[in-house]
């Protein structure tokens, strides 16, 4: 049982920065907690989810090759929050976007976990 709970969606013209927020009701990243990982995915109407960004326990990250080099994925450990800093924001960006968190339990299964979405709207 994860709640994740995302903010700092909103509307913006071409050319502006969004920075979106994702907290954890429990930590993600740990030593004992090697396998798991935190993302941000989008979901347009009409489309599949897609990955954005994501960031592993180790600190490992990965973009969407449409976001590379315009959005930039960290986190606060201490905090157990997500960031997701948009720039350079383009119509194609806007969607719903989610927070993902995956657990891995070690020698065991993973599990997926959301956050309710923040809207993202570019305007042109």
């Known amino acids: 049982q994860v709640q994740l709970v995302e903010s700092g969606g909103g509307l913006v013209q071409t050319g502006g920065s969004l920075r979106l927020s994702c907290a954890a009701s429990?930590?993600?990243?740990?030593?004992?907690?090697?396998?798991?990982?935190m993302g941000w995915y989008r979901q347009a109407p009409g489309k599949q989810r897609e990955l954005v960004a994501g960031?592993?326990?180790?600190?490992?990250?990965n973009y969407a090759d449409s976001v590379k080099g315009r959005f930039t994925i960290s986190r606060d450990n201490a905090k157990n929050t997500v960031y997701l800093q948009m720039n350079s924001l383009k119509p194609e960006d806007t969607a719903v976007y989610y927070c993902?968190?995956?657990?891995?339990?070690?020698?065991?299964?993973?599990?997926?976990?959301w956050g309710q979405g923040t809207q993202v709207t570019v305007s042109s």
């Open positions: 429990r930590s993600i990243f740990s030593i004992n907690a090697m396998g798991n990982a």
């Open positions: 960031i592993t326990s180790g600190g490992s990250t």
């Open positions: 993902n968190a995956q657990i891995q339990v070690p020698q065991g299964p993973s599990y997926a976990y």
